[in-house]
């Protein structure tokens, strides 16, 4: 039942011809945004990539693409690029794989950065993955540190083997040397409103018949999990007993200004949702708090949060192996504890003011 | 008839691996294989696919001989051809090269059982966490690409629409696509069936489908395996754990020991980092 074949786009490694591959110059940023709102990381991402630009004498650009998100070229000028392409138009409304890499291929083969950077979110990875294998070029996964040395190439670092080692990456004979960043690593430069720069326009070349998917709706989530971005994680495992169990982390978590996380065990009795799992098969968090509590502390979970700035374990079992890694433990019945803690937070004001 | 291919990978149960504490390595002899964690989602709901609508499931990995037990693994629960791709010349294969092989693989075993209409993938393999090589394989067969799904909401065969729910950090997008498609599966997405007797005895017999890299016939062999990759490994390095000096807080009632853990995460600088104001 399968059509015919499709003609396919020309891919293939090697480069036709001789290319000069010193015609590439300067960092490239593309910056993801939805409803014409920016995600952080694309700031993240200018912020570290002004110190590389800057390293490697050679300008750093930004490319904002969408549909009425011209507002946004002001705002990547202001977080630290000299030259902004931008792609606005009613294609774009929706992130679509095959209109967005499009124009990102646009921008690739004409002005040709020497380094393109990607957040490393689901659309990001979703995007860099379409476009790394279409110039085609080395891709760098979900990277935690930048820089480039002194042949201009670019070193990415990530975590490998559930973030038991780390590997720095290279693409040596490739350009652009291309790399996804995860998100809240960097920091943005201070907003400088003053900075300004040339914006070049870049109309989208693809027709609405050459793209087979069509966005029907997003549905925006009214708890807003968002266990990567939180400051504050408090978390469960099996010694939370029981669904209900939840709620009371999640009384302490409200109280932080925190979210809600837990073990894979949990997820999978039902407990709660997965969008909450922090480990190996969640999600991968660093905040600057997280409670961990009645978690034993399984290497897959541990993988999943031990950047995290301060770690506070509770725990009824002294010989836990969550208490080796955690700053402050408390040795207890975490149905005790916890709402002890929601006392003490409460008279202090804790709750997330800005 | 619809033809689904799933791409599995056989990966180390990390849980087992451990750091050799004299070279500061990677020991990976002894860990057990066992199927990616997020790929088995992909082949359930191809299995689901082939339930309500019929189909045939080709499963397929690239691999060292060895990985013949996570294709029997799949046949057990369901699918009905095997693959495994191994070679010396795929070895070394970053995920460039990697999708080039896996994409040459859809290609043949379309020529092989008629053209696929359907990939699914895991969003990631827990031992490269990359997550690329879904969209890799996508580009090159020049299919929808549908990465991060937690749902097929519907599937039309006449129409050949498909319904998917992607999620994402913010929020839930509901996408329509038209087949090829490419579907790379999330851990929500379903619970993998467990193996039936009948396909556990069928894959007891079952023979694997090895190829080579003398079974494709176009074949370019620069794009294969080390020579194929772009990428390269600079370093590699076991991080430094840093020592963590844990304060176990004892106090007389559980209000103190509340009390005490606020008076320490209050003297640093959390606080002023977390917008945290002390009355009083």
Same mark, same amino acid.
């Given at each position: 039942?399968?059509?015919?074949?499709?003609?396919?786009?020309?891919?293939?490694?090697?480069?036709?011809?001789?290319?000069?591959?010193?015609?590439?110059?300067?960092?490239?940023?593309?910056?993801?945004?939805?409803?014409?709102?920016?995600?952080?990381?694309?700031?993240?991402?200018?912020?570290?990539?002004?110190?590389?630009?800057?390293?490697?004498?050679?300008?750093?650009?930004?490319?904002?693409?969408?549909?009425?998100?011209?507002?946004?070229?002001?705002?990547?000028?202001?977080?630290?690029?000299?030259?902004?392409?931008?792609?606005?138009?009613?294609?774009?409304?929706?992130?679509?794989?095959?209109?967005?890499?499009?124009?990102?291929?646009?921008?690739?083969?004409?002005?040709?950065?020497?380094?393109?950077?990607?957040?490393?979110?689901?659309?990001?990875?979703?995007?860099?993955?379409?476009?790394?294998?279409?110039?085609?070029?080395?891709?760098?996964?979900?990277?935690?540190?930048?820089?480039?040395?002194?042949?201009?190439?670019?070193?990415?670092?990530?975590?490998?083997?559930?973030?038991?080692?780390?590997?720095?990456?290279?693409?040596?004979?490739?350009?652009?040397?291309?790399?996804?960043?995860?998100?809240?690593?960097?920091?943005?430069?201070?907003?400088?409103?003053?900075?300004?720069?040339?914006?070049?326009?870049?109309?989208?070349?693809?027709?609405?018949?050459?793209?087979?998917?069509?966005?029907?709706?997003?549905?925006?989530?009214?708890?807003?999990?968002?266990?990567?971005?939180?400051?504050?994680?408090?978390?469960?495992?099996?010694?939370?007993?029981?669904?209900?169990?939840?709620?009371?982390?999640?009384?302490?978590?409200?109280?932080?200004?925190?979210?809600?996380?837990?073990?894979?065990?949990?997820?999978?009795?039902?407990?709660?949702?997965?969008?909450?799992?922090?480990?190996?098969?969640?999600?991968?968090?660093?905040?600057?708090?997280?409670?961990?509590?009645?978690?034993?502390?399984?290497?897959?979970?541990?993988?999943?949060?031990?950047?995290?700035?301060?770690?506070?374990?509770?725990?009824?079992?002294?010989?836990?192996?969550?208490?080796?890694?955690?700053?402050?433990?408390?040795?207890?019945?975490?149905?005790?504890?916890?709402?002890?803690?929601?006392?003490?937070?409460?008279?202090?004001?804790?709750?997330?003011?800005? | 008839?619809?033809?689904?291919?799933?791409?599995?990978?056989?990966?180390?149960?990390?849980?087992?691996?451990?750091?050799?504490?004299?070279?500061?390595?990677?020991?990976?002899?002894?860990?057990?294989?066992?199927?990616?964690?997020?790929?088995?989602?992909?082949?359930?709901?191809?299995?689901?696919?082939?339930?309500?609508?019929?189909?045939?499931?080709?499963?397929?990995?690239?691999?060292?001989?060895?990985?013949?037990?996570?294709?029997?693994?799949?046949?057990?629960?369901?699918?009905?051809?095997?693959?495994?791709?191994?070679?010396?010349?795929?070895?070394?294969?970053?995920?460039?090269?990697?999708?080039?092989?896996?994409?040459?693989?859809?290609?043949?075993?379309?020529?092989?059982?008629?053209?696929?209409?359907?990939?699914?993938?895991?969003?990631?393999?827990?031992?490269?966490?990359?997550?690329?090589?879904?969209?890799?394989?996508?580009?090159?067969?020049?299919?929808?690409?549908?990465?991060?799904?937690?749902?097929?909401?519907?599937?039309?065969?006449?129409?050949?629409?498909?319904?998917?729910?992607?999620?994402?950090?913010?929020?839930?997008?509901? %996408?329509?696509?038209?087949?090829?498609? =490419?579907? $790379? *599966? &999330?851990?929500?997405?379903?619970? !993998?069936?467990?193996?039936?007797?009948?396909?556990?005895?069928?894959?007891?017999?079952?023979?694997?489908?090895?190829?080579?890299?003398?079974?494709?016939?176009?074949?370019?062999?620069?794009?294969?395996?080390?020579?194929?990759?772009?990428?390269?490994?600079?370093?590699?390095?076991?991080?430094?754990?840093?020592?963590?000096?844990?304060?176990?807080?004892?106090?007389?009632? %559980?209000?103190?020991?509340?009390?005490? =853990?606020? $008076? *320490? &995460?209050?003297?640093?600088?959390? !606080?002023?980092?977390?917008?945290?104001?002390?009355?009083?």
């Amino acid at each position: 039942m399968a059509e015919e074949k499709k003609s396919r786009p020309a891919v293939g490694l090697q480069p036709e011809g001789d290319v000069d591959w010193s015609q590439y110059r300067g960092i490239l940023v593309v910056v993801e945004q939805r409803d014409g709102v920016a995600k952080k990381v694309s700031w993240q991402l200018l912020g570290e990539a002004r110190r590389m630009a800057d390293k490697l004498q050679a300008p750093l650009m930004a490319l904002v693409l969408g549909h009425q998100v011209g507002h946004l070229v002001k705002e990547a000028f202001a977080y630290g690029a000299d030259q902004v392409f931008l792609s606005d138009a009613p294609i774009l409304q929706d992130y679509r794989t095959r209109s967005y890499s499009r124009v990102c291929l646009q921008v690739i083969r004409e002005y040709k950065p020497e380094i393109v950077l990607i957040g490393a979110t689901y659309t990001g990875r979703d995007l860099a993955g379409a476009i790394a294998t279409h110039v085609p070029t080395g891709l760098t996964a979900d990277c935690t540190q930048l820089d480039v040395d002194e042949n201009r190439l670019l070193n990415a670092t990530r975590p490998a083997f559930s973030e038991k080692m780390v590997a720095t990456i290279l693409c040596k004979q490739f350009k652009p040397q291309m790399a996804t960043a995860r998100p809240g690593v960097f920091a943005a430069l201070p907003r400088d409103d003053a900075r300004s720069g040339q914006v070049i326009e870049i109309p989208p070349q693809i027709e609405e018949s050459e793209i087979g998917t069509r966005v029907l709706e997003f549905i925006q989530e009214r708890q807003g999990i968002n266990l990567e971005d939180a400051e504050v994680i408090v978390a469960g495992g099996r010694g939370v007993g029981s669904p209900e169990g939840f709620r009371l982390l999640q009384e302490l978590a409200d109280v932080l200004g925190g979210v809600v996380g837990a073990t894979r065990p949990v997820v999978e009795a039902g407990w709660i949702g997965h969008e909450h799992q922090v480990g190996q098969t969640g999600s991968t968090v660093r905040p600057k708090l997280y409670i961990a509590a009645g978690i034993s502390g399984a290497v897959q979970h541990v993988v999943g949060m031990q950047h995290s700035d301060y770690i506070v374990a509770i725990n009824k079992d002294p010989e836990a192996p969550i208490f080796s890694g955690a700053h402050y433990g408390i040795v207890g019945d975490l149905f005790e504890v916890i709402p002890a803690l929601i006392t003490a937070a409460k008279a202090r004001k804790t709750t997330h003011v800005s | 008839m619809l033809h689904i291919a799933v791409c599995i990978k056989q990966v180390p149960d990390s849980r087992e691996m451990r750091i050799d504490p004299k070279t500061n390595t990677l020991i990976r002899q002894g860990a057990p294989a066992i199927v990616n964690y997020f790929d088995l989602r992909g082949l359930e709901a191809a299995l689901q696919l082939k339930d309500e609508f019929g189909a045939r499931v080709t499963v397929l990995t690239m691999g060292p001989p060895s990985a013949d037990k996570a294709i029997k693994e799949c046949i057990a629960m369901g699918a009905d051809e095997g693959i495994l791709v191994s070679d010396r010349g795929f070895a070394g294969a970053d995920t460039l090269a990697t999708s080039y092989v896996v994409g040459q693989t859809i290609d043949k075993a379309g020529e092989v059982w008629g053209p696929v209409d359907l990939v699914f993938c895991g969003k990631q393999t827990i031992d490269g966490d990359t997550g690329q090589v879904g969209p890799g394989v996508a580009c090159r067969l020049d299919y929808e690409q549908l990465t991060y799904v937690e749902k097929v909401e519907s599937f039309d065969p006449n129409t050949r629409e498909i319904v998917v729910h992607r999620h994402l950090e913010d929020g839930v997008e509901r %996408v329509q696509a038209k087949l090829p498609a =490419l579907i $790379t *599966a &999330l851990a929500e997405m379903n619970k !993998p069936r467990r193996a039936s007797l009948p396909g556990v005895l069928r894959a007891a017999r079952y023979q694997p489908i090895v190829w080579t890299t003398n079974d494709f016939t176009d074949l370019d062999r620069s794009k294969i395996g080390l020579r194929g990759s772009p990428t390269v490994v600079g370093r590699s390095w076991v991080p430094e754990q840093k020592p963590v000096n844990t304060k176990i807080l004892t106090g007389d009632t %559980v209000n103190q020991v509340a009390e005490d =853990l606020f $008076t *320490a &995460l209050f003297a640093t600088e959390l !606080p002023g980092k977390l917008g945290w104001v002390q009355e009083g």
